[in-house]
């Protein structure tokens, strides 16, 4: 059976082998990480060494790394209303871009009605002026916008966005979930107040993500309460081994770049050119910035699970997406955003790269998709 080839990284990654082995090394320790004991302090120890090695991803200090059970949770701990900066007024509403994950989306701890939408361009990319109008329109608002959007990959304005969140008395919620590793990050630059990592996207494991505040947000509330662990600002014993995954990875993740962005930039280059040979190919945000390991694409007319089967029978895993629908293939809210009907936004194919991505594997993608081109084609024939 012929090996297949990979190319859903954005919805997962492989665990590195740098993570395993953290993972391995923290099964052996005993102690809770709250004990005062030898046991105790060797498990804290971990905790911490990973703490350093994640704020260092993002030019953070450690000890404003709060860790969660994963993106999701680190999404709804940042979006609380009553955040303020230093002594500034605390935030009553909340303003997303209309493509943020499901978990932004959501809203938080924010009531539905303190909830407002950015508009995006038709290239993904969030509309400042928009912005600068909400803002204007009411109380100091707690803004979110990701760093880079999981289905097209573009990438945003974060520092200019900041620096008219803070003009208006604003904070700002960046969620980097699928920046990280991917593209240099760094808090300070971007002059966000609040950011979101998760591990499972950089090659740790799944159910491990951060909160990284900068020193200035007060008013962080605990989403889970109980006891004092992460500063008080986030009960429960912590994942030692994830936690300690985590930390690797993010080591790994950080010592690659930028070599494996401009790796992964040239391969979703030769992709591209290779899908863009087939009559009506729609590269999506195709003009703007993005990642370099994504390519979201459909041909008019193409049902995205009739695509992803195809894909799958021929040994090659992509996606519809994102992938957090519990395996539905829907229409895409983010290119609906963008101002794409239905019937486009049903049809979209994400293919993402990583670091074990090939030349050979793209080209295998490129022969699957040319016979699932084919058939199309060969359909509308028939039914013209």
Known sequence: MPERVYLDWNATTPLRPEA????????DLTGNPSSVHTEGRQARRLVEDARAAVAAAVAARPQDVVFSSGGTEANAMALTPGLRRGTGQPVTRLLLSAIEHASVLAGGRFAAEAVGAIKVSGAGVVDLDHLRRLLADGPPALVSVMA???????????????????????LLHVDAI???GKIPLDINVMQADLLTLSAHKIG????????VLTGSVQGLEPLVRGGGQEQG?????????????FGAAAKVALAELPASAERLGVLRQRLEQGLQQTPGMIVFSGDAPRLPNTTLFTVPGMRAETAVIGFDLGGIAVSSGSACSSGKVQPSHVLEAMGYGK????????LSLGWSTSLADIESALEAWRKLADALLRGRRNTA
């Open 233 to 245: 600002r986030r009960a429960g014993t912590e994942n030692v081994a994830g936690i300690a995954a």
């Open 204 to 211: 740790g494991p799944k159910g491990v993500g951060a909160l």
């Open 148 to 170: 880079a959007n999981n289905e097209t990959g573009v990438l945003q304005a974060v520092a200019e966005i900041a620096q008219i969140v803070h003009e208006a008395g604003g």
């Open 178 to 180: 699928q920046a990280l």
């Open 343 to 350: 019937d486009i936004a049903q049809g979209a194919v994400r």
């Open 20 to 27: 395993r082995q953290a993972m391995a090394a923290a099964w």
